[in-house]
């Protein structure tokens, strides 16, 4: 299933979110947000809030691989759960 999303690995430098996409003729970037600081300087809640969103597409395919570990009830939950730590881990660290 196609995504609408923008394609690419999301990531943040600042308080900018940008899909970052590799292909054989480009090296792209795409601003997705900006996060608007109070008085014009980052603070720890706008850096949580850029990781927060820069992660949204990591978070997504957490939660898609783990319905689908549900619906088949397979036991290699081993994945699905490293999957979700990785996920989390870059939403919050």
């Known amino acids: 299933m196609k995504t ?3 394609d690419g ?7 900018t979110i ?23 300087e980052p603070s720890e809640e706008n850096e ?5 969103i ?3 597409p990591d978070l997504l395919e957490a939660l898609k691989a783990a319905r689908k570990l549900i619906n ?3 036991k290699d939950a ?4 490293e999957i979700i730590q990785q996920a989390i881990d870059k939403a919050t660290k």
């Open 72 to 74: 088949q009830e397979r």
């Open 48 to 52: 949580a809030n850029a990781k927060l």
């Open 18 to 40: 940008y899909a970052h996409k590799v292909t054989d003729t480009q090296d792209s970037r795409k601003i997705i947000a900006l996060i608007d600081p109070k008085r014009g």
């Open 78 to 81: 081993l994945t699905v759960r």
């Open 54 to 56: 820069s992660s949204a």
């Open 9 to 15: 690995q999301w990531k943040y430098s600042g308080l």
């Open 4 to 6: 609408k999303h923008t």
